[in-house]
């Protein structure tokens, strides 16, 4: 995902801003730029790939004495990862650089190119630059001219801009995006996107809030609030430990990665919902022509992902679809028709039993297609065809928000073939792509159920076993909430289709056979709830995750009422990761990097 820095001080600035980004590598990102503003004179430098390109293509610039600079690396949303799309964006005589959306660019744009302004990129960060300078041009001051752009855009952002005729300002504004500021003895002031790039730079630290806006030179730092209010920095102390830094607070790379779904699927959707229909830029229409089938196939939980799959293909585009566990796949000399489409799912793009299913159905003649959150790994090279999941980095071992950004992925494919197919009616699509809207608001973690979670978790650290169980696409969401839990708990766990337990798995029943019972009030929930009753009468222990209370479980994990199962899956699927995160914290394990865990497996 996109970072940010900016500096503004004696020292060297182009070192400053790379070793910066640097910092911030680790979010993932396709190109990089900085622009340092020195004597009048800015001098910009843009390069796609990774940061060494643009070390390469700076080494023989050099800054000394006062300057002020900003910098970015981009993970391409709006546009392809070339080096126009780079930041910083440049407009006459300002530069920017910008993470987040801007959700009125489009409107703003067409404006601006009725006015005259050409655009270079196809981004949407271009539009803050040239707003800027319209509003320049009839503002008493550059500060004016920026407080009015600031109240223009709509979107999250987080947004430094320097211009020309201020050689010793940076412009700051931040919504819905973080960043934060840094001052010290030696009026520097370092801006970044996250902790990381800062420590060891200051000690005393800014974060802004949303809203915040305002300009620092070197002897002043000024913010105002949305309401145009002057207000004092509150400033804090930096951490000097650059890990729990880049947690962002958060104990666990997982716990962040968690309470990180909700933007990260904001990100899988940007682009593609449109009123009514399902756009992938990335592909292209015939790698569907002539497709009666798909077949999908994966590992761990990219697997469980694909089971999801499974169901929505069928239910809503009418193609038959499967999945199969590729280790098992690939030995097992399987069938392979020229009129099925082969998809892979896979989070890093490396997993050598994945990879060898592709390479299998590429050798058959069969068209295929990769749904990935690594640009350029080895899967998305040899594909046909590619998806991004654009979850970002996932640090942690256990997957979490690539599985939830790879289930938004199917969902958002589903209505793409459900309209190619037309086996939905546009209504219904309409119904559904409104409903995706509203994902990323359903995965934001309520503090007052993590709490919840974590209190009942101490009921759950021991027993013979754990029962997840579910139907339908909760049966999939039932085989990660137990793959979570025994990858981090070290607790025997299963995921079980809910109305299979009595033909055998129900003779472990006992008070110390923990059930989990994915209860969704608009899928099957008297079915699964008479399921859950069998378990119930013979002992079990139950813990129900439903919007409707449930007077036969010993525990209830309440998820808010929605209006369809697919966004009380994504509820539900937050719980069952907090779930399991709760109960490892409390025995004591390595959330982040369990025992016996990789988490690329390129061995088979
Ligand atoms: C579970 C987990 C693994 C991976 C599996 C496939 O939390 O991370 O089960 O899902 O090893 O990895 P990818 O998706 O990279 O192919």
Redesign the pocket.
Same mark, same amino acid.
């Given at each position: 995902m996109c970072g940010i820095v900016g500096y503004l001080g004696d020292k060297n600035s182009k070192e400053i801003l790379l070793s910066g980004l640097k910092e911030l590598e680790y979010r993932g990102y396709d190109s990089a730029g900085i622009a340092v503003l020195q004597n009048g004179k800015v001098d910009s430098f843009k390069a796609i790939g990774k940061l060494v390109n643009l070390e390469e293509k700076t080494k023989d610039y050099i800054t000394e004495d006062f300057s002020i600079g900003i910098g970015h690396t981009r993970w391409a949303t709006h546009g392809k990862p070339t080096e126009l799309n780079a930041h910083p964006h440049i407009g006459d005589e300002s530069y920017v650089v910008h993470n987040g959306i801007i959700e009125n660019y489009a409107e703003l744009k067409k404006q601006l190119i009725a006015d005259g302004v050409t655009f270079l990129s196809q981004t949407d960060t271009e539009v803050i630059v040239h707003q800027f300078e319209k509003n320049l041009k009839i503002s008493d001051s550059a500060f004016e001219a920026f407080r009015k752009t600031i109240s223009e855009l709509k979107g999250a952002y987080a947004t430094l801009l320097v211009t020309k005729g201020e050689s010793k300002t940076i412009f700051f504004a931040k919504n819905g995006s973080p960043m934060l500021v840094g001052v010290n003895d030696d009026n520097e002031k370092y801006f970044a996107s996250s902790d990381t790039p800062l420590i060891g730079q200051c000690s005393d630290v800014n974060y802004f809030e949303d809203g915040d806006y305002g300009y620092v030179t070197p002897t002043e730092l000024a913010i105002f609030t949305k309401d145009d209010v002057k207000k004092e920095a509150i400033f804090t102390k930096l951490s000097t430990n650059k890990l729990s830094a880049q947690k962002d607070g958060f104990r666990f790379f997982m716990e962040k990665e968690i309470y990180e779904q909700s933007s990260v699927i904001a990100d899988t959707l940007l682009g593609r919902l449109y009123d009514d229909e399902i756009l992938f830029d990335e592909l292209d229409d015939s790698l569907f022509d002539g497709i009666n089938e798909i077949k999908l196939c @994966? =590992?761990? +939980? *990219?697997?469980?992902s694909a089971l999801t799959a499974t169901y929505l293909f069928e239910r809503y585009a009418k193609i038959k679809t499967s999945v199969e566990v /590729?280790s098992e796949f690939r030995y097992r000399q399987p069938i392979m028709s020229k009129d099925t489409l082969f998809v &892979?799912? *896979? !989070? *890093?793009?490396?997993?050598a039993d994945?990879l060898e299913t592709l390479k299998m159905a590429k050798a058959a003649g069969l068209k295929t297609l990769v749904i =990935?959150? &690594?640009d350029n790994s080895s899967?998305v090279r040899l594909a046909d065809a590619c998806i991004l999941t654009r979850a970002g980095v996932?640090k942690?071992? /256990?997957? +979490?928000k @690539?599985?939830a950004t !790879?289930v938004t992925v199917f969902w958002m494919m589903a209505l793409y073939l459900a309209k190619r197919n037309n086996s939905l009616s546009s209504q219904e699509i309409v119904k559904q792509i409104n409903l995706l809207r509203e994902v990323p608001s359903i995965v934001k973690v309520e503090d007052e159920m993590h709490e919840r979670i974590k209190r009942l978790s101490k009921r759950y650290l021991h027993g013979h076993g754990f029962f997840f169980i579910g139907r339908d696409v909760f049966y999939p969401l039932a085989l990660?909430g137990a793959?979570?839990l025994k990858?981090i708990s070290y607790l025997h766990a299963e995921g079980y289709p809910s109305g299979e337990m009595k033909h055998g798995p129900i003779a472990l029943a006992d008070p110390e056979l923990f059930t989990i019972a994915l209860l969704p009030q608009h899928l099957l929930y008297e079915k699964a709830k008479s399921n859950v009753e069998e378990l119930s009468a013979r002992d079990s222990t139950i813990c129900a995750i439903s919007s409707l209370a449930f007077d036969k479980a010993d525990d209830f994990i309440p998820i808010n009422e929605c209006t369809d199962y697919m966004l009380e899956f994504f509820e539900m699927m937050i719980v069952v990761q907090i779930f399991s995160l709760e109960i490892s914290a409390r025995l004591g394990n390595d959330v982040d990097m369990p025992r016996n865990? @990789?988490? *690329? &497996?390129t061995v088979e």
């Open positions: @994966a =590992c761990g +939980t *990219s697997y469980h /590729a &892979v799912i *896979s !989070q *890093s793009g490396e997993t994945t =990935c959150n &690594v899967m996932e942690g071992v /256990a997957s +979490t @690539a599985f !790879q990660e793959l979570k990858e865990l @990789a988490k *690329s &497996v």
